[in-house]
């Protein structure tokens, strides 16, 4: 696979990257037109981006204490690129019927990007040997072994073992398994790019977790995206089945936030104690009592909601149009 950069030899790793990121934004546009992704696209991958290295920036003074400036530099490059990249392929299992939601297998997708991008960089580094550039613009075998672990880190799982040891969660709990494994980490990486992936609320607050949230349920219920976002009825094929979907949704986010917060001091045990208390201090400031209770408040989870009342505050929160 010729990537054709014979007119751009960057000059450092970080034009290196620049590179590889302008690959991976017409892949993930690409993958969001063709698949109708309303929240696996750019928007997403730009915010991890941007959450993963404002966690990297805040936590770079205890990261200084072990790394040398260039070795945080190149730290700060892999974090840009993972946040970008992490889920530029999605894979979905073949529908079992019509009217249904659409499903994944765990990890499929992180795996199929990590060896896609892997590819690239892969054919990049052999493309630019050519100029006999300076070894350090390349991506070395620790800088692709860093990037697979830290796509990998974002794999998202049910909890096998809801309400275990001193924590109660529901059977539905997702949670990122890469951040309750105890075992030495290739590096920080992995972790990073592992919470900022999820960090919406604690990180952003309250309406991007909400709209995030419809826009899942919208990209894995295609069926209805003219329901939810032009109120058309015409194609309802049951009421009370489309009611429960959506009620099951509104009722999964308010679950889901309580237990973000919950298992925030969990997944960052993993850090030094003086960048766990940078993490709780200045960057997930959303992981508090009043959130939770005001997304309990605004979602409608009642059983005696009506299905246009759920179709009106899935429309109103989407705040995005029909995709092309």
Same mark, same amino acid.
């Given at each position: 696979?010729?990537?054709?950069?014979?007119? &751009?030899? #960057?000059?450092?790793?970080?034009?290196?990257?620049?590179?590889?990121?302008?690959?991976?934004?017409?892949?993930?546009?690409? &993958?969001?037109?063709?698949?109708?992704?309303?929240?696996?696209?750019?928007?997403?991958? %730009?915010?991890?981006?941007?959450?993963?290295?404002?966690?990297?920036?805040?936590?770079?003074?205890?990261?200084?204490?072990?790394?040398?400036?260039?070795?945080?530099?190149?730290?700060?490059?892999?974090?840009?690129?993972? @946040?970008?990249?992490?889920?530029?392929?999605?894979?979905?299992?073949?529908?079992?019927?019509?009217?249904?939601?659409?499903?994944?297998?765990? =990890?499929?997708?992180?795996?199929?990007?990590?060896?896609?991008?892997?590819?690239?960089?892969?054919?990049?580094?052999? &493309?630019?040997?050519? /100029?006999?550039?300076? /070894?350090?613009?390349?991506?070395?075998?620790?800088?692709?072994?860093?990037?697979?672990?830290?796509?990998?880190?974002?794999?998202?799982?049910?909890?096998?073992?809801? @309400?275990?040891?001193?924590?109660?969660?529901?059977?539905?709990?997702?949670?990122? #398994?890469?951040?309750?494994?105890?075992?030495?980490?290739?590096?920080?990486?992995?972790?990073?790019?592992?919470?900022?992936?999820? @960090?919406?609320?604690?990180?952003?607050?309250?309406?991007?977790?909400?709209?995030? =949230?419809?826009?899942?349920?919208? +990209?894995?219920? #295609?069926?209805? +995206?003219?329901?939810?976002?032009?109120?058309?009825?015409?194609?309802?094929?049951?009421?009370?089945?489309?009611?429960?979907?959506?009620?099951?949704?509104?009722?999964?986010?308010?679950?889901?936030?309580? &237990?973000?917060?919950?298992?925030?001091? %969990?997944?960052?045990? =993993?850090?030094?104690?003086?960048?766990?208390?940078?993490?709780?201090?200045?960057?997930?400031? @959303?992981?508090?009592?009043?959130?939770?209770?005001?997304?309990?408040?605004?979602?409608?989870?009642?059983?005696?909601?009506?299905?246009? +009342?759920?179709?009106?505050?899935?429309?109103?929160?989407?705040?995005?149009?029909?995709?092309?």
């Amino acid at each position: 696979m010729k990537q054709n950069h014979q007119d &751009e030899k #960057p000059s450092s790793f970080a034009k290196t990257v620049q590179l590889v990121e302008s690959y991976v934004q017409a892949e993930i546009i690409q &993958e969001a037109k063709n698949k109708q992704l309303y929240y696996h696209n750019l928007d997403h991958a %730009l915010a991890v981006k941007r959450r993963a290295n404002n966690i990297f920036q805040q936590i770079k003074v205890v990261l200084s204490q072990d790394n040398s400036n260039q070795e945080l530099e190149r730290l700060e490059n892999l974090i840009n690129l993972c @946040g970008l990249a992490h889920d530029m392929v999605q894979l979905f299992d073949p529908p079992s019927a019509a009217n249904q939601p659409r499903k994944r297998k765990v =990890g499929l997708s992180e795996a199929e990007t990590a060896n896609k991008l892997l590819h690239y960089i892969q054919n990049l580094n052999q &493309e630019l040997a050519a /100029d006999q550039l300076d /070894d350090s613009i390349y991506f070395s075998d620790r800088d692709q072994e860093i990037i697979q672990d830290a796509i990998l880190a974002t794999i998202c799982d049910r909890d096998p073992q809801p @309400g275990k040891a001193d924590y109660t969660f529901s059977a539905k709990s997702i949670y990122q #398994p890469y951040l309750y494994d105890h075992r030495p980490k290739i590096s920080i990486v992995g972790s990073i790019i592992a919470l900022a992936d999820l @960090g919406a609320l604690g990180m952003e607050g309250i309406e991007i977790y909400i709209q995030d =949230g419809i826009l899942v349920f919208l +990209e894995d219920n #295609p069926d209805l +995206e003219s329901l939810i976002l032009k109120c058309d009825r015409s194609n309802c094929f049951n009421d009370d089945i489309i009611k429960a979907r959506l009620l099951a949704m509104t009722r999964f986010m308010v679950s889901l936030a309580y &237990e973000r917060q919950a298992r925030f001091e %969990l997944e960052i045990s =993993g850090f030094t104690p003086q960048a766990r208390q940078i993490l709780r201090d200045k960057i997930f400031l @959303g992981f508090k009592q009043e959130n939770t209770t005001q997304i309990a408040a605004i979602l409608p989870t009642q059983d005696n909601v009506s299905l246009p +009342e759920l179709i009106n505050f899935f429309g109103l929160n989407s705040k995005i149009k029909l995709l092309e």
